[in-house]
């Protein structure tokens, strides 16, 4: 319909021609109630037949006018082509289900707008944002409204919902395609692989005097300040962690082959895609300084951004806003594990269509006073210089503890078919991942391992592989005595005495914390890709009692029959969480 106004006036019908839009009378035009003229015909020479038909559709009536006779026509034409003959159906027998959808068009009305119904739990609702409707419509009123729709002008048009024959469907495959780091071997997925490859560890004296006094003055820290690394005015609204997230993100992103800025910059729809980062408590010392700015200065003293800057969510959201990410931004918390059970929540999101792409890891910055006089307290942490070697030293026979530490690691998964279909680089496939729980005690492992035997098999048959197809491991291996014999056991018990190449991380970066799993599989994703198996630091001489063959001294070549690499987290109150990823051709 051309966008002229309707502007009423009154001709005679000998002066109505086809094209006109009509009314009969004065009742019609205040009711909105139109007709197009589509042909005009005499019938004697005191009376005209004309036909007519809804303006936006409908079928034909004609009506004998006198020549004389006064109408109204609408100072409008239309194109009478243009206007569709439509024939009403009838509604009667048809069997209504949930989902089928109405759509009523009041077709005299050139200015009608189509209303949409949609039946739910047996009574037919208007399809619309507003306010739901006080009356719904049954069955048999719907029917009404489709017999009665020639004489009223109206159009009512019925849309079964669709039925669908059965198929099979199975998961997606899930890739991953980008790798960032922040370690304390320094900024960056180079830095920290290179630094695993050549024997470097980055434990640290903590010299800043709040640490004075500490019976443990060692903690694998970040060597760079990130805040110095990001927009002054971004980063002083992140806690440690979430600027170690970020930067992490950043550097993933731009590692899968997408456009810096984010999501739109890189084509990509925000709500298709995901965060899913890990942690435990994220930056325990926003809370405790605002504590302190509270004792020392009052409540004037505390920042608006305390709360907000304490949550542990706060590394995913601030990534989601750093990337422009709407699809989701979770936060999982299980203790030491949770950066890989991130990892693990992301691949079934994009497995099972939620969003298409995910960021997802593990951050944390917990290097604290009090947290460390707290592992302190419970004689968790090792002892030592770490200008005579790393002090942290996983299934050593002298090991004593582990150290603390802090950093981030972020993978960017994708759907097989979303990568490729964009010419990807792909790393390797997140292939599968498996959960348990000890139920033991609040701290301690179960010494028999059966809890992380449980992950490390359900972790295999997600991945659609047989323990023989498994080829390397990065353990957990915290370097505390009752933990790496609980995994070592675990990983006997499943793997049937195989020797298998097992290394573990924690004497180059100390334990991370809920960015352990984060980090960790980024090293096993890197050691898929380069068929090399990075060497356990600080591991002199391996316990007699943990019997697995410990990567040591140097790097070693990947074996080459297999196809699975297994990468292991385990928490406090006996989380178990382990990553199953498969090497691509």
Same mark, same amino acid.
């Given at each position: 319909?051309?966008?002229?106004?309707?502007?009423?006036?009154?001709?005679?019908?000998?002066?109505? %021609?086809?094209?006109?839009?009509?009314?009969?009378?004065?009742?019609?035009?205040?009711?909105?109630?139109?007709?197009?003229?589509?042909?005009?015909?005499?019938?004697?020479?005191?009376?005209?037949?004309?036909?007519?038909?809804?303006?936006?559709?409908?079928?034909?009536?004609?009506?004998?006018?006198?020549?004389?006779?006064?109408?109204?026509?609408?100072?409008?034409?239309?194109?009478?082509?243009?206007?569709?003959?439509?024939?009403?159906?009838?509604?009667?027998?048809?069997?209504?289900?949930? &989902?089928?959808?109405?759509?009523?068009?009041?077709?005299?009305?050139?200015?009608?707008?189509?209303?949409?119904?949609?039946?739910?739990?047996?009574?037919?609702?208007?399809?619309?944002?507003?306010?739901?409707?006080?009356?719904?419509?049954?069955?048999?009123?719907?029917?009404?409204?489709?017999?009665?729709?020639?004489?009223?002008?109206?159009?009512?048009?019925?849309?079964?919902?669709?039925?669908?024959?059965?198929?099979?469907?199975?998961?997606?495959? %899930?890739?991953?395609?980008?790798?960032?780091?922040?370690?304390?071997?320094?900024?960056?997925?180079?830095?920290?692989?290179?630094?695993?490859?050549?024997?470097?560890?980055?434990?640290?004296?903590?010299?800043?005097?709040?640490?004075?006094?500490?019976?443990?003055?060692?903690?694998?820290?970040?060597? %760079?300040?990130?805040?110095?690394?990001?927009?002054?005015?971004?980063?002083?609204?992140?806690?440690?962690?979430?600027?170690?997230?970020?930067?992490?993100?950043?550097?993933?992103?731009?590692?899968?082959?997408?456009?810096?800025? &984010?999501?739109?910059?890189?084509?990509?729809?925000?709500?298709?895609? &995901?965060?899913?980062?890990?942690?435990?408590?994220?930056?325990?010392?926003?809370?405790?300084?605002?504590?302190?700015?509270?004792?020392?200065?009052?409540?004037?003293?505390?920042?608006?951004?305390?709360?907000?800057?304490?949550?542990?969510?706060?590394?995913?959201?601030?990534?989601?806003?750093?990337?422009?990410?709407?699809?989701?931004?979770?936060?999982?918390?299980?203790?030491?594990?949770?950066?890989?059970?991130?990892? $693990?929540?992301?691949?079934?999101?994009?497995?099972? $269509?939620?969003?298409?792409?995910?960021?997802?890891?593990?951050?944390?910055?917990?290097?604290?006073?009090?947290?460390?006089?707290?592992?302190?307290?419970?004689?968790?942490?090792?002892? &030592?210089?770490?200008?005579?070697?790393?002090?942290?030293?996983?299934?050593?026979?002298?090991?004593?503890?582990?150290?603390?530490?802090?950093?981030?690691?972020?993978?960017?998964?994708?759907?097989?078919?979303?990568?490729?279909?964009?010419?990807?680089?792909?790393?390797?496939?997140?292939?599968?991942?498996?959960?348990?729980?000890?139920?033991?005690?609040?701290?301690?492992?179960?010494?028999?391992?059966?809890?992380?035997?449980?992950?490390?098999?359900?972790?295999?048959?997600?991945?659609?592989?047989? %323990?023989?197809?498994?080829?390397?491991?990065?353990?957990?291996?915290?370097?505390?005595?009752? $933990?790496?014999?609980?995994?070592?056991?675990?990983?006997?018990?499943?793997?049937?005495?195989?020797?298998?190449?097992?290394?573990?991380?924690?004497?180059?970066?100390?334990?991370?914390?809920?960015?352990?799993?984060?980090?960790?599989?980024?090293?096993?994703?890197?050691?898929?890709?380069?068929?090399?198996?990075?060497?356990?630091?600080?591991?002199?001489?391996?316990?007699?009692?943990?019997?697995?063959?410990?990567?040591?001294?140097?790097?070693?070549?990947?074996?080459?029959?297999?196809?699975?690499?297994?990468?292991?987290?385990?928490?406090?109150?006996?989380?178990?969480?382990?990553?199953?990823?498969?090497?691509?051709?």
């Amino acid at each position: 319909m051309p966008e002229v106004p309707i502007r009423p006036y009154e001709v005679t019908a000998a002066e109505v %021609v086809p094209g006109d839009l009509f009314a009969l009378s004065a009742e019609d035009v205040a009711e909105r109630r139109w007709h197009v003229v589509t042909h005009t015909l005499p019938v004697s020479p005191e009376v005209i037949r004309v036909t007519l038909r809804p303006p936006l559709g409908g079928v034909d009536h004609e009506e004998d006018l006198r020549r004389e006779q006064t109408v109204t026509v609408a100072g409008r034409r239309v194109d009478v082509a243009e206007v569709p003959l439509v024939e009403p159906v009838s509604l009667e027998g048809v069997t209504f289900r949930d &989902g089928d959808r109405l759509t009523v068009l009041r077709a005299v009305d050139p200015l009608a707008d189509e209303e949409t119904y949609v039946r739910r739990w047996g009574a037919w609702h208007r399809d619309t944002t507003e306010a739901a409707d006080a009356h719904a419509a049954t069955d048999e009123e719907v029917r009404r409204w489709a017999a009665d729709a020639g004489r009223d002008g109206t159009l009512v048009r019925h849309e079964p919902r669709p039925v669908r024959k059965a198929r099979a469907a199975g998961p997606r495959r %899930v890739v991953v395609t980008g790798l960032g780091a922040v370690t304390p071997l320094g900024v960056g997925t180079g830095e920290l692989w290179d630094g695993l490859l050549e024997g470097r560890h980055g434990i640290r004296e903590l010299t800043d005097p709040e640490f004075d006094g500490l019976p443990v003055r060692i903690a694998g820290t970040v060597p %760079v300040d990130p805040a110095g690394l990001l927009p002054r005015q971004a980063a002083r609204r992140m806690n440690r962690a979430a600027q170690f997230a970020v930067l992490a993100a950043r550097e993933a992103w731009a590692d899968a082959g997408y456009a810096d800025g &984010g999501t739109r910059e890189s084509g990509l729809d925000p709500e298709r895609v &995901g965060v899913s980062l890990g942690a435990i408590l994220g930056d325990a010392s926003v809370l405790v300084g605002g504590d302190r700015k509270l004792r020392d200065r009052g409540p004037r003293g505390v920042s608006p951004l305390t709360t907000p800057m304490t949550v542990p969510s706060q590394a995913a959201s601030q990534v989601s806003l750093d990337l422009h990410i709407t699809g989701e931004a979770r936060t999982v918390t299980s203790a030491c594990a949770s950066g890989t059970e991130a990892i $693990g929540q992301a691949v079934d999101r994009i497995r099972y $269509g939620r969003v298409d792409v995910a960021l997802a890891g593990g951050a944390e910055a917990v290097v604290t006073p009090a947290i460390m006089a707290s592992f302190a307290a419970m004689r968790a942490l090792a002892e &030592g210089d770490p200008s005579q070697g790393s002090p942290s030293r996983p299934f050593a026979k002298d090991r004593d503890g582990f150290v603390n530490g802090e950093g981030a690691g972020v993978l960017v998964l994708e759907s097989e078919e979303h990568a490729r279909a964009r010419g990807a680089r792909i790393y390797c496939e997140a292939a599968g991942w498996g959960l348990s729980a000890d139920a033991y005690h609040v701290a301690a492992p179960d010494p028999s391992g059966d809890g992380i035997a449980l992950a490390l098999r359900r972790a295999v048959r997600d991945a659609g592989g047989e %323990v023989t197809d498994v080829v390397h491991v990065n353990a957990h291996a915290t370097a505390t005595v009752d $933990g790496d014999l609980a995994e070592a056991r675990a990983l006997r018990g499943v793997l049937g005495g195989r020797p298998l190449p097992v290394t573990a991380l924690k004497g180059h970066l100390g334990h991370l914390q809920g960015a352990a799993g984060g980090v960790e599989a980024v090293a096993a994703v890197l050691t898929l890709h380069h068929g090399v198996v990075p060497p356990t630091v600080g591991c002199g001489e391996v316990d007699d009692g943990i019997d697995l063959d410990v990567v040591r001294d140097a790097p070693r070549r990947l074996p080459g029959a297999g196809d699975l690499v297994l990468s292991n987290s385990f928490g406090f109150g006996g989380h178990n969480a382990v990553l199953a990823l498969r090497r691509v051709a």
